[in-house]
């Protein structure tokens, strides 16, 4: 489930993760990113992830079409999360056009927030 958090920069949307990704929670963050952002205008997302459960096969195909849709928005993507196999994953992030994504653990929310906003 996905619960969106206050957030010190206004081009970043600071999110918390638990559990499974579901149809809802894809529908959450682009109808915020509908609000919060003109279709042109670039954000950053910063991630803290807890434990998931596993996803729902439906979670994770609208999870996909929500970043096709927004891809060419995407500027940096933070994730918080001691998952070591999360750190992994966001690496992949920065093989992709335009995009920068950092894994940071637990403890480094700080550093975590003084990156996204460089």
Known sequence: MITFRPSRDLSTIALE???NAT???AEKLDDYVKTSFTEDQKFNILAVIHDVDG???RGVVD???FDAKRWRQFNKFAVVSELDWLAAMTMLGNYLPGIEAKHFGQDQIEEAWDW???
Do not use: A, N, P
Request: net charge positive; glycine share 14%; no cysteine.
């Open 17 to 19: 993760f638990e559990g």
């Open 23 to 25: 149809k809802q929670d």
């Open 55 to 57: 996803s729902t096969l």
């Open 63 to 65: 999870g996909v079409k």
């Open 116 to 118: 996204i906003k460089q």
